[in-house]
């Protein structure tokens, strides 16, 4: 069984832009969230999605937004790039929502110039 | 909210010792204890976890305790191997709501 898939797996943008990251969970695994992880913050919780809809959100400004397709995958979105924002973002996922067992990709490494 | 603190940040110990790494937690409805691996240029895995309901969980070189009095688990490897190097995560659940927190990560070496 395949794991997560993130694409791109590198990123370089320079700030104000916007950028989109996607995931693709294990198959059957219906729950995603992403994290961001950086080296002064360690890993942080931004959302999670259940059934296209968005079940939690960390404590992140409104540049940063998600969605859930039909099928599972996942989109994050960042807008109006910042330097801070330099980081890996982190898809996992999960069977269902309320399962604590997380299933991580590789991420997306995300630069801002 | 939960609040998880690990130690030490980084850890070198010689191949064949022990290497062991606490955490702390601060919500005492916390009741899973996952702790993950990271290695370079990959995304964080499981390896083994704990319930607030068991002390302690072996898997073959690996074993995980939990003092819930004391609000600390503590990750154990034995025997270790250079490809036991890698960054650790512990994290903390609290149940109501599925919140997962992590600890800052500890950087383990492992020296042949």
């Known amino acids: 069984k395949a794991g997560v898939t993130q694409t791109p797996r590198y990123l370089i943008k320079t700030r104000g832009q916007q950028v989109t990251l996607s995931c693709s969970p294990i198959?059957?695994?219906?729950?995603v969230s992403w994290y961001q992880q950086t080296p002064g913050q360690g890993l942080q919780f931004l959302f999670e999605?259940?059934?296209?809809?968005?079940?939690n959100k960390g404590n992140f400004p409104g540049r940063f937004s998600g969605r859930q397709f039909s099928n599972s995958r996942s989109e994050m979105n960042v807008s109006t790039l910042e330097l801070g924002d330099s980081a890996l973002y982190l898809c996992?996922?999960?069977?269902?929502?309320?399962?604590?067992?997380?299933?991580f990709g590789s991420g997306t490494q995300l630069s801002v110039l | 909210g939960e609040n998880v603190e690990q130690h030490p940040s980084t850890l070198s110990v010689q191949e064949g010792d022990s290497a062991v790494i606490k955490c702390t937690y601060s919500?005492?409805?916390?009741?899973?204890f996952p702790w993950y691996k990271q290695e370079l240029g990959k995304g964080p895995q499981l390896i083994i976890d704990?319930?607030?309901?068991?002390g302690e969980k072996k898997d073959q070189r690996i074993a995980v305790t939990l003092n819930k009095t004391a609000k600390h688990f503590s990750l154990h490897i034995t025997e270790t191997q250079p490809e036991d190097s890698a960054v650790y995560f512990c994290?903390?659940?609290?149940?109501?709501?599925?919140?997962?927190?992590f600890g800052a990560g500890t950087r383990l070496t492992v020296k042949p």
């Open positions: 996992a996922s999960s069977q269902n929502p309320g399962d604590e067992k997380l299933f």
């Open positions: 198959s059957g695994h219906r729950s």
């Open positions: 999605y259940f059934s296209e809809t968005q079940r």
């Open positions: 919500d005492s409805a916390s009741n899973y």
């Open positions: 704990i319930r607030s309901n068991v």
């Open positions: 994290a903390a659940v609290y149940f109501s709501n599925n919140d997962m927190r």
